[in-house]
């Protein structure tokens, strides 16, 4: 595979366990945000969005919570399962700017069976 | 099947020596955009194209050439490759613009030796 999680924070969860990954933006002007997952040998393959004007987003087994006063933005993973071992990256997008997204370094999510 | 290809996944080639590499979309998507993926670092924009004809820089365009003739296709060019172009490529189309989740191809492996 692909040598994207090296140098990555990991977090190691075990199979059933609820994950949260974390991930501090640097531009307060960004209004949309997207996490991304993405396996080894693989491109990254969105999971789930939200825009400045929520805190809150639920899709399937996935939320995103987003904080603009401290500029931070957490994907939580519940039951995870070993399918879901991946790096997990958020992207950070001022929709009024250029539209060109800042991507985060990632987090190499380990699922224990 | 809804998806973004890429060719080659994999190119060995030495420094000095033109290559391409393609990228095609069968989404009618109107953005597409190519980026860099190297160990530690988040993915970092090439080059961007809001549709036909109209293509921009984006964080890291140096050494990079693209071209978009046609809505389907956003080729990648390297005129002289470097050593420092060694990395993993991703192309990525959306249906609007980067503000967007994007769908992203399968990645290209490239090494200039």
């Known amino acids: 595979g692909e040598s994207v999680g090296l140098h990555l924070p990991t977090l190691s969860v075990q199979e059933g366990d609820n994950s949260i990954i974390n991930c501090a933006y640097s531009?307060?002007?960004?209004?949309?945000f997207i996490w991304y997952k993405q396996e080894s040998g693989k491109g990254p393959q969105f999971i789930i969005d939200i825009r400045s004007n929520m805190d809150k987003r639920q899709g399937q087994r996935v939320t995103v919570l987003l904080n603009k006063t401290v500029k931070h933005l957490s994907l939580q993973i519940a039951a995870t399962q070993p399918g879901d071992s991946a790096v997990y990256f958020c992207?950070?997008?001022?929709?009024?700017?250029?539209?060109?997204?800042?991507f985060g370094r990632g987090t190499s999510l380990i699922v224990h069976p | 099947e809804a998806q973004v290809t890429q060719n080659p996944r994999y190119l060995i080639t030495v420094t000095g020596k033109k290559l391409t590499v393609t990228c095609s979309q069968n989404?009618?998507?109107?953005?597409m955009s190519w980026y860099r993926q190297d160990p530690g670092l988040g993915l970092r924009q090439i080059y961007y194209?809001?549709?036909?004809?109209?293509?921009d820089k984006g964080d890291v365009p140096e050494g990079y050439k693209v071209s978009r003739k046609e809505k389907r296709n956003f080729p990648l060019i390297l005129e002289s490759p470097s050593p420092n172009q060694t990395s993993l490529y991703f192309c990525?189309?959306?249906?609007?613009?980067?503000?967007?989740?994007?769908?992203f191809g399968p990645g290209t492996r490239l090494t200039v030796t």
């Open positions: 992207a950070e997008i001022a929709s009024g700017g250029s539209y060109i997204p800042t």
């Open positions: 989404m009618n998507h109107e953005y």
């Open positions: 990525a189309s959306s249906p609007r613009d980067g503000a967007y989740e994007q769908y």
């Open positions: 531009n307060s002007a960004s209004d949309y």
């Open positions: 194209s809001m549709n036909v004809e109209v293509t």
